[in-house]
């Protein structure tokens, strides 16, 4: 049974993903050998050679699995994808880019695979190495975020995240919900563990990312969520309620009568 699914997506990461994808077989086989995990590429319409570096490496790495859209439809939207595709029981999400280090996963498996499932793991950078477009949206968009959410989250941008599979799959989708996932999971009534996790430079490429495409969405992202979390109505425990003995008792015996 796979304990484990790791949800990279990926856009144009040609360089990266080799690397980052021997880093993470490298570091459960000495911290977590019997672990049953597999590594799920999305390829998010890329136009390089990602599709072909995963590719050359699936023949001697059975746990890797490469799945491609057809054109590129966004990191939300590629984490759906990979939501759907896993086959763990824990959706553990790394950026393509490299940044996110496997060994921060590996250090954390024990605690997640000892503790329940009411509970998500959210990663916290030590030390960001964003450019100045991803500094200057960040310190644009997390005190509104954190005024109008009340989430909590102190880096709600860091692409690690550890999720339980049924809530990843449950989640309501929309463009850019990758960054609300704190939000999204204390909304269904888990807990959030924030993690503090390296943060690395990208080893090739750039961000796909430039100031007016975040910030433009920014708000109006926050606006959604808001509305979202004001429309929700928690429902509490559910149970199927089963009859009792002496009513299944009387039921049998009406049933004889006839």
Not at 127 to 146: E, H, M, Q
Not at 222 to 228: A, E
């Amino acid at each position: 049974m796979t304990q484990l699914s790791i949800v990279i997506p990926a856009h144009n990461e040609a360089g990266n993903l080799a690397p980052l994808i021997a880093e993470i077989t490298a570091v459960f086989a000495a911290e977590a050998p019997r672990l049953e995990y597999e590594i799920i590429i999305i390829d998010d319409g890329s136009s390089d050679g990602t599709r072909a570096e995963v590719s050359a490496l699936m023949p001697s790495e059975p746990r890797l699995r490469l799945i491609a859209h057809g054109q590129r439809a966004g990191k939300s939207a590629a984490l759906k994808t990979g939501f759907e595709a896993a086959r763990g029981a824990w959706i553990a999400m790394l950026d393509g880019d490299g940044q996110n280090d496997p060994a921060d996963l590996a250090r954390l498996w024990p605690e997640i695979a000892g503790g329940g499932e009411a509970v998500i793991y959210a990663g916290v950078r030590r030390r960001r190495n964003d450019g100045p477009v991803k500094y200057a949206t960040s310190k644009l968009a997390n005190p509104i975020r954190k005024f109008m959410l009340r989430d909590g989250s102190r880096d709600a941008g860091c692409g690690f995240k550890v999720i339980p599979c049924a809530l990843a799959r449950a989640l309501p989708y929309f463009d850019n919900m990758h960054r609300f996932l704190p939000a999204l999971a204390r909304r269904e009534g888990l807990a959030v563990r924030e993690v503090m996790i390296n943060d690395r430079a990208r080893r090739h490429g750039a961000s796909k990312y430039g100031f007016f495409d975040r910030a433009a969405v920014a708000f109006l992202d926050v606006v959604g969520m808001y509305w979202l979390m004001r429309r929700y109505s928690p429902r509490g425990d559910i149970a199927e309620i089963a009859a009792q003995p002496e009513q299944t008792a009387k039921r049998a015996g009406a049933q004889g009568a006839r």
